[in-house]
Nanobody, 124 residues
Framework: QVQLVESGGGLVQAGGSLRLSCAAS????????MAWFRQAPGEEREFVAR????????YYADSVKGRFTISRDNAKNTVYLQINSLEPEDTAVYYC?????????????????WGRGTQVTVSS
């Protein structure tokens, strides 16, 4: 059973930074594509970033490029999301997701395992 547990969310002022963590267990972490999604109230869950298995390629939503950085530590079975220059529009629940392989890496349906999420609230 794959388990993902997010942490690091909180309330922060616009322009601030946060570092989200997602601790994984129950699978061979390095074999999985890891991703972050977010969901604001009344909105669809949207792709934020993903980190590939092999060569370490990273992909980002246009709205977060240059501000967010995804990284992973296979030795610690953890994936991170560094969020800088936070904006009120970044307010959402942030979810960690994992898949062994998918045809839809940019859609939530492409992922098999999910954490419960961590709330990020940005005040203006």
């Amino acid at each position: 059973q794959v388990q993902l547990v997010e942490s690091g969310g909180g309330l922060v002022q616009a322009g601030g930074s946060l570092r989200l963590s997602c601790a994984a267990s129950g699978h061979t972490f390095s074999n999985y594509v890891m991703a972050w999604f977010r969901q604001a109230p009344g909105e669809e869950r949207e792709f934020v970033a993903r980190y590939s298995r092999g060569g370490g390629a990273q992909y980002y939503a246009d709205s977060v490029k240059g501000r967010f950085t995804i990284s992973r530590d296979n030795a610690k079975n953890t994936v991170y999301l560094q969020i800088n220059s936070l904006e009120p529009e970044d307010t959402a629940v942030y979810y960690c997701a994992a898949t062994a392989g998918s045809m839809s890496y940019y859609s939530s349906i492409g992922y098999d395992y999910w954490g419960r999420g961590t709330q990020v609230t940005v005040s203006s």
